[in-house]
């Protein structure tokens, strides 16, 4: 019995390191995925010392550009369909945050949210855009909502999606952000990254996992293992301080729409209630059968809200 023992310990630790191999997933510089990842119109701006990944779509003419702003783990790409729905008559910006995407790890290190909104003022400065609407998905909803608080002569219109707000209890976190936030694993996770992870977190944020689809995980994944980014998610989440500064979004008088999935279990919709009750006069449409993502998860469906409210006269 205990020779059976030993062989079964011996064949996991085989299996174990077998396992381990073939999930390496080393660092990719950011040279081999610009192909792939950055076509046009994509843009690389230097904004100081940062090298940030940008596409600036539709026509200049347009008095007031609209700017979306992706959450963590995420990228522009996530705003594609919405871009392509808009850019006929709109002007779109998007960009990577620092720490994600193609635009890489912060030149400083610093992944507050307060940060990621003075970064997002500075690059419109830098793009010579005064005023605009802005929106944005989970972390990149918080960043548009301190944008408006720091801005609000800037602001014409927010729009938040799914986004991060309040402190609360989550009812899922997806297990790569649970690697990322746990010592010692969060190293390995450097070096080792198992595709099937990665898909893995990517179905929790949808409401039918059916519609992640191989070519969306291949985007998640390659993003991901651009070089730094694993390490740059680690110390996000470390630096990120749920709830603060929340109550202040009461004061902002920006027209804001409010878009929510029903079936969002990261930043359940009792939060999108919460931001419809703090902001006056701002409207909430929940899609229940959409989860963290629905701008991504059902683009044309949820961008004609948008389109909608963009068109709306805003009061005096």
Not at 104 to 122: I, K, V
């Amino acid at each position: 019995m205990k020779t059976l023992a030993v062989k079964l310990a011996g064949a996991l630790l085989v299996l174990t390191a077998l396992a381990v191999m073939l999930s390496r997933a080393p660092e990719r510089p950011v040279e081999t995925l610009v192909a792939r990842w950055a076509p046009p119109p994509s843009d690389f701006v230097d904004l100081d010392g940062q090298l940030v990944h940008l596409r600036d779509e539709g026509p200049r003419s347009d008095p007031l550009p609209l700017v979306l702003v992706h959450g963590t783990s995420s990228s522009l790409h996530t705003w594609e369909g919405w871009v392509a729905a808009l850019r006929g008559q709109r002007r779109v910006i998007t960009f990577d945050l620092p720490g994600f995407g193609l635009t890489g790890p912060s030149t400083s290190g610093d992944y507050r949210s307060e940060t990621y909104a003075r970064f997002t003022l500075a690059l419109l400065d830098r793009l010579g855009v005064a005023r605009f609407a802005i929106g944005g998905n989970s972390l990149g909803g918080e960043v548009a909502w301190r944008v408006a608080l720091m801005a609000p002569e800037r602001v014409e219109r927010l729009i938040l999606v799914d986004a991060a707000g309040p402190a609360f209890e989550r009812q899922n976190i997806p297990v790569g952000w649970i690697v990322a936030r746990t010592p010692l694993l969060n190293r390995v996770m450097e070096h080792v990254l198992p595709r099937a992870m990665v898909a893995a977190s990517v179905a929790s944020v949808y409401g039918d996992p059916q519609r992640v689809t191989p070519e969306l995980v291949d985007r998640y994944f390659e993003l991901t293992v651009r070089e730094g980014n694993r390490r740059a998610l680690a110390q996000r989440l470390a630096q990120w301080q749920p709830g603060e500064g929340a109550e202040r979004v009461a004061t902002i008088r920006a027209p804001t729409l409010i878009l929510w999935g029903g079936r969002d279990r990261l930043i359940p919709p009792s939060v999108g209630r919460w931001f419809e009750q703090q902001i006056p006069g701002s409207t909430l449409v929940v899609f229940d059968d959409l989860g963290h993502v629905p701008h991504e998860e059902d683009p044309r469906r949820t961008v004609e809200v948008v389109r909608s409210f963009l068109t709306v006269t805003a009061p005096p």
